[in-house]
């Protein structure tokens, strides 16, 4: 069926391969998916439904639909069976809704269902979950309205005070697409004496796989029995408005500006997950495209430069250096899925093909002897390599550097009748050679 496509998180996805066995085939993923290409060699009707009611294309294979189609399935009726049926798109999962958890206990366990005063509980954290550059692998809830990330430290203030818990609940969902999170519920009151409506504290704090949190406070004290509401990480604090002096709460979104969980961007929202956009590169030399493939440029039938051939053909990262440098004037094309519109830059260095300085050595004079030392002036990458048969063959290439540690009296010892020692000197990207010298033992 078709599928709103604004609830669902894409990336690009592996080319989903189905083979058609009957005339009429149901397909169903194992997630959401953005069609951009369908490939194959048959005559296809493709619905959207099982009773096919919504005809989304009938004709002969491949098939480029003008807008992907964002669905969980589809049926396929063919003309030729079995044969197969190829599916070139995005693969999605459904944003983070926790809706359905806010503000209740089911399927959550206690972890203090009774009254304490100066005291914390601690909660098992989800792995890799990061708060100012530490894993938070136990979450600490204290009865003074806090909880600390990692150690029994004030990291989230909740209307701080010398207050109580007289219940603390956790729990670990899974969301779609195996992402989890942590649920924790505290109720109490921000006076630890005097436990009356006016001083009643419930909040819920949730931490996602994704590295970020939501806060749900739901009843806060009308009595003014509140202080300090902050998050504070790495030095720095940030104040939190999370009571509204009538017994509101708020709803606060805690997104992570790094991996790390050093910084935190703070949203008075509900939770909702950031958008993701798939992208992909092409290189193009003339008339023809080239992708990457097992570590080398590999030419791809493109005729028509689409998203389906991003999708079909596009590479994730730009190649190294080495990869282009057979190509001439190679151009670089950028596409990824939405978002806003963004100048793409790239610091380009170009230096020549590896240049190469040939000197002939003649030391057949009857006054050279021998070889004494050899030396060279030269900056960067300069290899060599050498011919003691007149030019017939040479040696594999070596840094100049250790070649200049050979053993001059072997080397001499070497060169043929005529003495004539043949050098090739490789210069690689800007590497210079101002000078070599060969001292002879007269």
Same mark, same amino acid.
């Given at each position: 069926?078709?599928?709103?496509?604004?609830?669902?998180?894409?990336?690009?996805?592996?080319?989903?391969?189905?083979?058609?066995?009957?005339? !009429?085939?149901?397909?169903?993923?194992?997630?959401?998916?953005?069609?951009?290409?369908?490939?194959?060699?048959?005559?296809?009707?493709?619905?959207?439904?099982?009773?096919?009611?919504?005809?989304?294309?009938?004709?002969?294979?491949?098939?480029?639909?003008?807008?992907?189609?964002?669905?969980?399935?589809? !049926?396929?009726?063919?003309?030729?069976?079995?044969?197969?049926?190829?599916?070139?798109?995005?693969?999605?999962? %459904?944003?983070?809704?926790?809706?359905?958890?806010?503000?209740?206990?089911?399927?959550?366990?206690?972890?203090?269902?009774?009254?304490?005063?100066?005291?914390?509980?601690?909660?098992?954290?989800?792995?890799?979950?990061?708060?100012?550059?530490?894993?938070?692998?136990?979450?600490?809830?204290?009865?003074?309205?806090?909880?600390?990330?990692?150690?029994?430290?004030?990291?989230?203030?909740?209307?701080?005070?010398?207050?109580?818990?007289?219940?603390?609940?956790?729990?670990?969902?899974?969301?779609?697409?195996?992402?989890?999170?942590?649920?924790?519920?505290?109720?109490?009151?921000?006076?630890?004496?005097?436990?009356?409506? /006016?001083?009643?504290?419930?909040?819920?704090?949730?931490?996602?796989?994704?590295?970020?949190?939501?806060?749900?406070?739901?009843?806060?004290?009308?009595?003014?029995?509140?202080?300090?509401?902050?998050?504070?990480?790495?030095?720095?604090?940030?104040?939190?408005?999370?009571?509204?002096?009538?017994?509101?709460?708020?709803?606060?979104?805690?997104?992570?500006?790094?991996?790390?969980?050093?910084?935190?961007?703070?949203?008075?929202?509900?939770? %909702?997950?950031?958008?993701?956009?798939?992208?992909?590169?092409?290189?193009?030399?003339?008339?023809?495209?080239?992708?990457?493939?097992?570590?080398?440029?590999?030419?791809?039938?493109?005729?028509?430069?689409?998203? /389906?051939?991003?999708?079909?053909?596009?590479?994730?990262?730009?190649?190294?250096?080495?990869?282009?440098?057979?190509?001439?004037?190679?151009?670089?094309?950028?596409?990824?899925?939405?978002?806003?519109?963004?100048?793409?830059?790239?610091?380009?260095?170009?230096?020549?093909?590896?240049?190469?300085?040939?000197?002939?050595?003649?030391?057949?004079?009857?006054?050279?002897?021998?070889?004494?030392?050899?030396?060279?002036?030269?900056?960067?990458?300069?290899?060599?390599?050498?011919?003691?048969?007149?030019?017939?063959?040479?040696? %594999? %290439?070596?840094?100049?550097?250790?070649?200049?540690?050979?053993?001059?009296?072997?080397?001499?010892?070497?060169?043929?009748?005529?003495?004539?020692?043949?050098?090739?000197?490789?210069?690689?990207?800007?590497?210079?050679?101002?000078?070599?010298?060969?001292?002879?033992?007269?």
């Amino acid at each position: 069926m078709l599928i709103d496509e604004t609830s669902y998180l894409w990336k690009k996805g592996d080319a989903i391969v189905i083979s058609l066995e009957e005339e !009429t085939n149901t397909i169903t993923f194992d997630n959401a998916e953005k069609i951009y290409l369908m490939e194959g060699t048959s005559t296809v009707s493709v619905y959207a439904d099982t009773e096919l009611s919504e005809l989304l294309y009938s004709g002969v294979l491949p098939y480029e639909p003008d807008t992907p189609i964002a669905c969980d399935g589809l !049926t396929v009726i063919t003309d030729t069976f079995p044969s197969e049926f190829t599916i070139i798109g995005e693969s999605g999962i %459904e944003k983070t809704v926790l809706t359905p958890y806010l503000n209740t206990t089911e399927n959550m366990t206690a972890v203090s269902s009774s009254y304490n005063d100066d005291g914390y509980y601690t909660v098992d954290g989800l792995s890799d979950f990061m708060f100012a550059r530490v894993a938070a692998s136990t979450i600490y809830v204290s009865s003074n309205l806090y909880v600390g990330f990692g150690s029994n430290t004030e990291h989230l203030k909740i209307c701080r005070r010398d207050g109580c818990s007289t219940a603390i609940y956790s729990q670990i969902g899974e969301l779609d697409g195996g992402r989890q999170f942590l649920k924790i519920r505290f109720e109490g009151y921000t006076v630890y004496n005097n436990q009356i409506e /006016a001083n009643r504290l419930i909040y819920e704090l949730f931490l996602l796989s994704t590295g970020n949190m939501f806060l749900n406070v739901i009843q806060t004290p009308t009595s003014g029995n509140t202080e300090a509401s902050e998050l504070v990480c790495n030095g720095t604090t940030t104040s939190l408005t999370l009571h509204d002096g009538v017994g509101g709460g708020a709803y606060v979104s805690f997104y992570c500006g790094d991996d790390a969980g050093s910084t935190w961007d703070v949203q008075y929202a509900m939770y %909702e997950d950031a958008d993701t956009y798939s992208y992909a590169y092409l290189t193009k030399q003339g008339e023809l495209y080239f992708t990457i493939s097992d570590g080398a440029l590999v030419e791809v039938p493109i005729e028509n430069l689409t998203a /389906a051939m991003f999708m079909k053909y596009g590479f994730d990262e730009l190649p190294d250096a080495e990869l282009i440098t057979s190509l001439e004037n190679p151009e670089f094309f950028y596409w990824r899925t939405g978002g806003d519109e963004k100048l793409v830059k790239a610091n380009i260095i170009a230096y020549p093909y590896p240049s190469t300085i040939v000197a002939n050595v003649d030391m057949s004079h009857i006054s050279i002897l021998g070889i004494s030392l050899m030396t060279a002036e030269y900056s960067g990458q300069v290899g060599l390599s050498f011919s003691i048969d007149n030019g017939e063959s040479f040696s %594999e %290439e070596q840094d100049l550097g250790d070649w200049l540690n050979t053993d001059v009296e072997e080397l001499w010892n070497s060169l043929p009748e005529n003495r004539l020692l043949i050098l090739h000197f490789i210069l690689h990207d800007n590497a210079t050679l101002s000078r070599f010298k060969i001292t002879y033992t007269n």
